[in-house]
């Protein structure tokens, strides 16, 4: 998010960042929780800044281990990301990542495995197969795929 001195908002959204950077993973969930809240309230569901707040929910949701919220957190990022960015964005991508790996940490790992195979394609198509993004895919791909 950008920084706008002053803005309470913007300010909560900091310190929910840094609660969850600190580990304290269940402190950071109720910050999250609270600004999504205001921030639907205020801004609406779809504001960049709404959105943000929501991913940051599900990386906090994510560490905390509760990764079927998580997944419907990065979800509903996942559609705002592709329908304003596209499938091919890395922002979108690095979010399909994330349910990904929400997916394989609740032990869903066929899910995760073609998940993660669609992203794979999506930045190969997009960024190219040599892209730093799609290798770092298409390794982790490889990882679950002998795990499954």
Known sequence: MTAVDGDPLEERARAAADLLEAGRVDEAMTSYGHLVSDMTRM?????????????????????????????????????????????????AIEVRRLIAESLAASGRTSEATESLAVTTRVAAQHLGTDHEVTTTLRTRLADLQSAG
């Open 43 to 91: 801004l609406g569901p779809t504001h960049v800044r709404t959105v943000e707040s929501r991913l940051g929910l599900g990386r906090a949701c994510l560490a905390a281990e509760d990764h079927e919220r998580a997944v419907v957190l990065f979800e509903s990022v996942a559609s705002y990301k592709e329908s304003g960015l596209g499938a091919g964005h890395p922002e």
